[in-house]
């Protein structure tokens, strides 16, 4: 048996000595979609095989379950899975940048599990508000803040979509979806805008800056640097290539 290493379902196969696959299996939080399973570790007990990893959390900041699964070893059918203990390992979180903003106001973008994380503080370090910019199950990335002459705050995350198939091969699946929030001065979300490229797998954000009429936002595409203008609420519909 060979167990796959991969965040998305676990997927396992039994190839035989003369490389013929026996058969496949995979698993998941019962009956909730497989997004962040890790498998961690595999080994056979009584000729049959048994696994260890993580379940996926169900919601956007949660933990993740350690788990422990044995398979029947002909058919491959799952004979036990269980959850061990409770929830235990934490999602990455940190903070990404901070950004001096108006009035001796400080602007702090951090990351908690999957969701950027915008705080706002006073000269004497009081929080005045906080706003989550995540408004789905997905994975987001925070890269920066930036704010224009008349308050209006911008962040850049990278957002990425995620949709798996089975047993072992992403259908669908990138990381260059580049997210755009636009909040007011009070931290309430004004707008968002999505930059995508068909077929393309690893668009990142590098700079953003605001030149007082419109927001340049900097970012690699294959290998070469690209910007884009938001004026308003007007997306230049394609990236500028810098000849980078």
Known sequence: CKIFFRPFDDAIAKISSAGN???TQTLDRDNFPANTNIARMAFVVDNKPCFLGLLAPTVP???PTPYFLR????SGVIELKKSIGGQTTKLPSDAICSHAYLNNQTLL????????ILECYDASTNLLWIKSLSDDHKYYYPHSVEHAPNGDIFVV???FLIAHGSPFHVTSAYAGEIVIHKLDANGTAINSWYMYES????MRPVQIHHDGVRL???YTQSGKIYL???EGNVLSSSGINTGI
């Open 21 to 23: 696959l026996i058969y």
């Open 61 to 63: 900041k949660g933990l």
């Open 71 to 74: 398979l029947q070893n002909t």
């Open 109 to 116: 973008l951090k990351r908690e599990g999957r969701v950027p």
């Open 157 to 159: 995350s990278t957002r």
């Open 199 to 202: 077929n393309v797998t690893n």
């Open 216 to 218: 340049v936002v900097v």
């Open 228 to 230: 884009r203008k938001l």
